[in-house]
């Protein structure tokens, strides 16, 4: 049981009725936006009357939010050919190594720069790595890595591609959600 509505500054609101909640509770998270939780028969205005009283506080949070994914400023031209560069270096060489561990075969790998994803398998085998993977902790760009070499097999996310990578890269949904976190410039 749910309802929304908009207010003017902070947008969306989410008001969802909970069996299990004791009391309004109200949340701002970052990416998911605001939420006030409510008893079963807490009225939704009363969401919203709790909602209003703490307007300020939301604002706040959201400023904050707003700064924590705004943190990294943007790289200039310069920045990206050196890390283009450093890519080239490293990326490719971590690639074979994850795939001569793993026994995958690749076509070619390319260094790439595009905002839109991390990496990308084709039907041919041929493994495109975006150049921002350089900035990412070794983690995940091996997370990264070998999500595009499990691809080689299972080109869609289906459950036998997600069996695959877990065995090769444990806790690698934790490792999807975190990825979230970083920018693509
Ligand atoms: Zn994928």
Redesign the pocket.
């Known amino acids: 049981m749910e309802k929304t509505f908009t207010d003017p500054q902070v947008g969306r609101v989410l008001l969802r009725k909970n069996p299990r909640a004791r009391r309004i509770t109200l949340r701002v998270s970052p990416g998911k936006g605001v939420s006030v939780t409510l008893p079963l028969l807490a009225p939704y205005r009363m969401g919203i009357r709790f909602f209003e009283s703490r307007k300020d506080w939301v604002l706040e949070m959201q400023e904050k939010q707003r700064w924590r994914l705004k943190d990294e400023p943007q790289p200039s031209p310069e920045d990206i050919e050196a890390m283009r560069a450093e890519a080239k270096r490293i990326l490719p060489v971590r690639l074979a190594e994850l795939a001569e561990d793993y026994s995958f075969t690749y076509n070619r790998v390319r260094i790439k720069h595009n905002s839109s994803n991390w990496?990308?398998?084709s039907r041919k085998g041929n493994i495109n790595l975006n150049l921002n993977l350089v900035r990412l902790p070794d983690e995940l760009r091996d997370y990264v890595l070998l999500?595009?070499l499990?691809?080689l097999k299972y080109p869609d996310?289906g459950q036998g591609?997600h069996t695959l990578l877990e065995s090769l890269c444990p806790d690698h949904r934790r490792k999807e959600k975190e990825l979230r976190k970083y920018r693509i410039f």
């Open positions: 990496g990308s398998c999500h595009e499990c691809h996310h591609f």
